[in-house]
């Protein structure tokens, strides 16, 4: 017998400006089922999801709930309809306790909250979750308060529950938990969207999958008739040419030597684990991995942002000699006479101040040159106006916030002030993250031209097909782990695909 | 001992003065609002609610009912601190302007209103404002019979004292109850908590911001009217004032933001600010003296952001206005 969807999504599009986050997306979801929304970073799978929810508005499209066409305005009207997210950040208030966070919003005749915490015991047991609901959220795990985020959900009957990268947060032995879960609540009849990246999970948890990539939809496939190679192939797609001019570096030297780099952060979780690589000048050392693999903690500890357990980082003179950078702030390492330039992910926030005006930014760099207590504005405002010129910075004047820009000139800016320094060393995150295509080829001939003078290159980047041309060598992080590096002029997208997620299944299988 | 009774006394009329305006402060600060505007509520609360009584006076003659007189200084001030605060929170929360920037324009502003307002019934009365002695007696007097008060010790602490320090203690009362037994008194620590995760749930802010900010206005506003007609003997005074509303916002966070706790708190303050009159220590000067409780505010401050407990923390969102767009 022929099933019947219980959402059916027709042709959405959204729009975020000139950017597609959705093109045409149908997808279809079943009672009793789990469907794993598949796709890398920026391949809209969030947006998707938003719109089933009510935070977005689809720009086109039609969204059909038992075969009639429905409306979704605001997230209340989800609810109405039975459906509920999980979203990546938990909206939870810390001093409530877990009964009070889920009836939050619910207004019902009476507040009884010890009729209340009976109703959640009764939901916990159901489906088998531990919670206490008496207990102050600041007291949970990060997987207890997902636990309440679903409990919450589910406490105000919905049917259909969608879980934004449930497992980014939690541990092997919780997330197999979570997975329990998930299946009794499959069998219970709820039709349930993980969102993820992970293809083992994928592989694990899921009944059908379906995958996105740059907001297409690609296609849909029962998992038990598809592997993870074919996945990745789905995910990635084949390799698209765009000439970006790669020339090759005559006297590449070693120039940054890394070795067993391991940082933890904040709540004991390993960010970075025996990383181990070397740089070369000369060359653009691509960093590729699913977003929160390390990149970010990578290019912090080499600039001395990010405190590091253990490892070394020692910079090549040209002499051969060699200066142990680990453990140094970034003004020590500038006072050792090493060029570290870094272009941070984000840019308004990192790299510059965005009610000061180029100038002023530049002067971010230079405010300890020269003697005296008065700033020197001479040479920052030369430097400005060269790099207005040279990089063709749309901006009406010096001094104007830098805030009030467009993207591609802020990273412009941002760009030029790190080059001006004559680095020996260039750390870029995510360099081209939301610029056009123009800038985009201007920020990549800038790379290629630093790296002609002999600077170490490391770009960090998501899109691959970038990678494949830009770089010279590619450095693969999964899970904090170098997975592999690569020579980008003789490897394929599929290889990278796989590196990037292969660590994580093998992890699994020792697991087991 | 004596001493101390009186001590104690004379304590809770002042502190009956910043339990007004600390109750008011918490209830605005439960929605995540700073409204640093306290003093400049507080002084319109005394002119006006002095006004209200006067021009009562005035207008009924020898007929002036103490009672009608109470209510209607209170409506006054209640009134004059809901639009001072209406502006405060139109400023914050609709136009989202700096809080901080916002509460102390407030202050100043009314200051001004207030002492204006004062100066101006004073020069058009022909230089003096003040009640006759029929209603001074209303306003300062106890609400008890005689025979409880004479009771020694237990007597003049616990029923000396006019209307507004049980009507305060009920209000401290009713405000505990309200946000930790109702439901609406939950979404307003959720709102003031975390707006977006209320936002998410349903609850609409912008209405328990607005209300929260402008009744927590209105009830610390009363807190000046209280002073005038008690301790300024219900005579304009543009000077005593002065301070109060700032005790006040300390006061809120040596009370955890909680509404029980300001009862003890403001008696402790409204206490260490008369010790000078009542108690003289030997070698100190009165000028040193009179800034004890702001020292001991300074020691508060330093104590609670010791602290780590989450229970007594301020309001998570506390002086941060909340965008929808922004995420």
Redesign the interface.
């Known amino acids: 017998m022929e099933k019947k969807p219980i959402i059916e999504m027709r042709g959405i599009t959204k729009r975020f400006g000139q950017v597609a986050a959705n093109d045409d997306i149908n997808l279809e979801l079943y009672c009793g089922e789990i469907l794993a929304l598949l796709g890398e970073n920026g391949s809209g799978k969030t947006t998707l999801m938003n719109m089933l929810s009510g935070i977005y508005q689809p720009d086109s499209g039609e969204i059909y709930e038992n075969g009639e066409r429905i409306y979704i305005r605001?997230?209340?009207d989800a609810?109405l309809h039975g459906i509920g997210m999980i979203h990546q950040h938990y909206?939870?208030?810390?001093?409530?306790t877990a009964a009070?966070n889920i009836i939050?919003?619910?207004?019902e005749e009476k507040?009884d909250l010890a009729k209340t915490n009976v109703r959640v015991k009764e939901i916990c047991d159901r489906y088998g979750f531990e919670i206490d609901p008496a207990r102050?959220v600041?007291d949970m795990s990060v997987s207890q308060k997902q636990t309440i985020e679903i409990v919450k959900v589910l406490y105000r009957g919905a049917e259909i529950l969608i879980l934004d990268e449930p497992t980014a947060v939690l541990t092997p032995q919780e997330t197999q938990k979570l997975f329990n879960v998930l299946r009794n609540m499959k069998e219970d009849g709820k039709a349930i969207i993980i969102i993820t990246h992970k293809l083992n999970e994928v592989m694990e948890v899921s009944d059908r999958v379906a995958v996105l990539r740059k907001g297409r939809y690609v296609g849909c496939v029962d998992t038990k008739d598809t592997d993870p190679q074919a996945l990745t192939d789905m995910m990635v797609g084949h390799s698209v040419s765009l000439n970006i001019d790669r020339p090759r570096y005559e006297h590449p030297e070693k120039r940054l030597i890394v070795e067993n780099l391991t940082c933890i952060d904040d709540e004991g979780v390993k960010k970075l684990d025996s990383v181990s690589f070397t740089a070369y000048s000369g060359e653009i050392l691509g960093v590729a991995g699913i977003s929160g693999s390390g990149q970010k903690e990578l290019l912090e500890a080499m600039s001395g942002l990010y405190p590091l357990r253990e490892g070394s980082i020692r910079f090549v003179n040209d002499d051969g000699s060699e200066k142990e950078l680990a453990g140094l702030p970034p003004m020590k390492i500038r006072k050792a006479g090493v060029g570290m330039a870094f272009v941070p992910e984000d840019r308004l926030g990192m790299g510059l101040v965005g009610s000061m005006g180029m100038t002023g930014n530049m002067m971010l760099r230079s405010w300890k040159d020269g003697k005296g207590a008065l700033l020197h504005k001479k040479d920052p405002n030369a430097l400005a106006k060269k790099i207005l010129e040279e990089l063709d910075v749309v901006t009406p004047d010096v001094n104007f916030p830098v805030r009030k820009l467009s993207g591609g000139n802020v990273q412009k800016v941002l760009v030029g002030r790190e080059i001006s320094i004559g680095p020996a060393v260039l750390l870029t995150a995510y360099a081209v993250r939301g610029l056009d295509i123009n800038t985009s080829y201007t920020i990549y001939n800038l790379l290629t031209e630093q790296k002609m003078k002999g600077v170490a290159v490391i770009y960090v980047g998501e899109d691959l097909d970038v990678l494949l041309e830009l770089a010279d060598r590619i450095l693969v992080l999964c899970g904090g782990q170098v997975s592999g590096i690569v020579d980008a002029r003789k490897t394929t997208k599929d290889e990278i695909g796989l590196l990037m997620t292969q660590f994580n299944s093998k992890e699994e299988k020792a697991h087991e | 001992m004596n001493t101390l009774v009186t001590l104690i006394t004379a304590g809770i009329t002042f502190g009956t003065v910043l339990m007004y305006g600390t109750l008011g402060e918490i209830l605005t600060e439960k929605s995540g609002n700073l409204n640093l505007g306290v003093e400049g509520i507080m002084y319109m609360g005394g002119a006006f609610g002095l006004a209200g009584a006067f021009y009562y006076e005035k207008a009924a003659g020898a007929a002036a009912a103490g009672p009608v007189a109470i209510i209607l200084a209170l409506l006054a001030a209640f009134a004059a601190g809901c639009a001072a605060s209406a502006i405060y929170s139109f400023l914050t929360i609709t136009l989202r302007t700096n809080q901080n920037v916002t509460g102390l324009a407030l202050s100043i502003f009314g200051t001004g209103v207030g002492q204006f307002v004062g100066e101006l019934m004073r020069v058009k009365e022909g230089g003096y404002v003040a009640l006759s002695n029929n209603l001074k007696n209303a306003f300062a007097s106890s609400i008890f019979p005689k025979g409880l008060i004479d009771i020694p010790v237990a007597g003049p602490i616990l029923f000396s004292h006019t209307i507004f320090f049980y009507m305060a203690v009920i209000l401290a009362f009713a405000m505990w109850y309200y946000l930790s037994k109702t439901r609406s008194g939950m979404y307003l620590t959720a709102v003031g908590e975390s707006p977006a995760t209320s936002d998410a749930a349903g609850i609409n802010i912008t209405r328990y911001k607005y209300l929260a900010t402008i009744i927590g206005g209105g009830i610390s506003a009363i807190g000046g009217m209280v002073y005038i007609v008690t301790t300024a003997g219900c005579v304009w005074n543009h000077e005593g004032l002065s301070g109060v509303g700032w005790l006040a916002v300390a006061l809120v966070i040596f009370c955890l933001w909680r509404p029980l706790n300001a009862i003890w708190g403001s008696i402790i303050f409204g206490s260490m600010m008369i010790m000078y009159l009542r108690v003289a220590l030997p070698f100190i000067p009165t000028q040193l003296y009179k800034i004890l409780p702001y020292v001991v505010t300074v020691i508060v401050l330093v104590i609670t952001s010791m602290r780590n407990s989450r229970d007594k923390q301020p309001p998570a969102s506390l002086g941060l206005n909340y965008f929808r767009e922004e995420r």
């Open positions: 605001s997230p209340h609810f909206k939870l208030i810390e001093v409530f009070q939050l919003g619910l207004d507040m102050k600041y």
